[in-house]
């Protein structure tokens, strides 16, 4: 939407700009009848760019699902199976997020592990670096999903491992959790549950009417110790409708791939993506701890998922760091997964003037190469120096590295269309 922005106001500015000179140029007897043709015009091509930009998304049209947002099996909140009642107060019934008519997704292990909420694989933990082990408890990529005729809810949740404090990072990105409601692509935002007291908070959310389906993206940074939402006494709750993508797209990286930093969960770059797509997730995105690790590559390796995106020479940021690791991880993903595709992606934050981030960008690229030249015919490349505003690449982010909720709507829409052509060669 940004470029059909700039296209409609830049159009109709000269179209203004058109009647006010053919008003000065005509003669007096002629200036009325000139001023109204003009004006004709202006709203003629203006009623055109209105119609081709309702018309355009960046993304496609928005879609809801086609099937029936009342199918399956509903139930009361109240006469779901005690174990999952957390509380009953003020007139609505707490369901744990475990509760079987609720979904969650975002952790390829959940089953493994027990139900925790931690993003790799706890029987392997002492695998993983100290800070990848530590990070994994946050809950970036991770969702709640269900369908419901409630009109408001109630929402309480407990934190673990906030990683708080953070000057350039707001705490509703951090900590706080965003609501969408719709199906299929056609997931609008409602509102963000602030986290107004840590490490436990509470909130309202507001429903429209009818049985709707509710996605609640889970925080960034903090891990999620213990959840639960509160139903209407009286309301139903149901399963979500299935995915278009039920095997996740999988994503690695950096401070930059969890998030960091999106003022909400919502506008982090793999949620923009996976929503355009209605795809399941898994974010494997670390701060200041994505090296490409052997560790992290088998643990991806393990997972079945409809595409993976990788891009972590953010850390891994000299051809020192990154050569030594980069084309072994792909060929990881790769041997278990030979027909998915598999997008490289190289750092945002490039200048030609800087030496590491030229090599990188070039090692990456020379790695793509060779995989192609190998017969690899499902694997890509998007070149991040091409996100941003080349002469002004800081105004996208919020300290001159961690892109904005500007930032990484453009690294959505750089990455979305490469996606898109992938999916569907593959599904087709």
């Known amino acids: 939407m940004y470029f ?5 106001l830049l159009i109709i500015i000269l179209a203004a700009l058109t009647t006010f000179m053919s008003a000065c140029s005509g003669t007096p007897s002629s200036t009325e009848s000139t001023v109204d043709d003009s004006s004709a015009a202006v709203e003629s091509t203006v009623s055109e760019v209105l119609q081709e930009e309702s018309s355009t998304y960046v993304f496609g049209e928005p879609v809801s699902s086609t099937l029936d947002i009342n199918s399956g099996t509903f139930v ?8 999952y009642i957390t509380k009953t107060a003020g007139g609505y019934t707490y369901l744990n997020i475990f509760s079987p008519v609720i979904d969650i997704s975002g952790f390829a292990s959940l089953e493994e592990n027990n139900n925790q909420l931690y993003r790799m694989l706890l029987a392997d933990k002492d695998k993983y670096s100290d800070n990848n082990d530590w990070l994994g408890w946050s809950t970036s990529g991770g969702r709640i999903r269900f369908r419901t005729n409630a009109t408001s809810l109630q929402v309480d949740i407990t934190l673990q491992n906030i990683n708080g404090g953070m000057k350039h ?4 990105g951090v900590s706080g959790i965003d609501v969408y409601v719709g199906t299929g692509t056609a997931r609008k935002y409602n509102c963000t549950i602030l986290p107004k007291t840590e490490p436990s908070y509470s909130g309202t959310i507001y429903l429209p009417s009818g049985t709707k389906e509710v996605m609640i993206d889970l925080p960034l940074y903090a891990g999620v110790k213990s959840m639960s939402i509160g139903f209407p006494t009286g309301s139903t709750v149901a399963e979500p409708l299935p995915y278009t993508y039920e095997k996740p797209v999988v994503f690695y990286g950096s401070s930059i791939t969890q998030g960091g930093c999106a003022s909400r969960p919502g506008t982090a770059y793999f949620h923009v993506i996976t929503r355009a797509f209605d795809a399941n997730i898994v974010n494997l995105g670390f701060s200041g701890s994505a090296l490409g690790e ?12 409809s595409a993976f995106v990788f891009d972590y020479d953010y850390n891994a940021d000299t051809l020192e760091k990154l050569s030594p690791t980069h084309y072994p991880f792909y060929e990881i993903v790769r041997a278990a997964h030979p027909d998915i595709p598999i997008i ?15 090599q990188c960008r070039s090692l990456i690229i020379a790695n793509y190469n060779k995989a192609k030249k190998a017969g690899d015919e499902n694997v890509y490349f998007v070149d991040g120096s091409l996100f941003y505003d080349e002469y002004n ?3 996208y982010t919020v300290d001159g590295l961690h892109p904005t909720d500007l930032g990484f709507r453009m690294m959505a829409e750089d990455i979305f269309p490469v996606l898109k052509e992938a999916l569907e060669k593959v599904n087709n």
């Open 4 to 8: 059909i922005v700039k296209k409609r």
């Open 393 to 395: 690449p800081g105004d």
């Open 169 to 172: 990072f707001a705490p509703s």
């Open 344 to 358: 490289f992606v190289s750092r945002a934050n490039y200048s030609k003037y800087d030496t590491n981030a030229v």
């Open 294 to 305: 052997t560790s992290i590559a088998e643990y991806i390796a393990s997972i079945e998922m």
């Open 76 to 83: 009361k909140a109240e006469e779901v199976d005690s174990q």
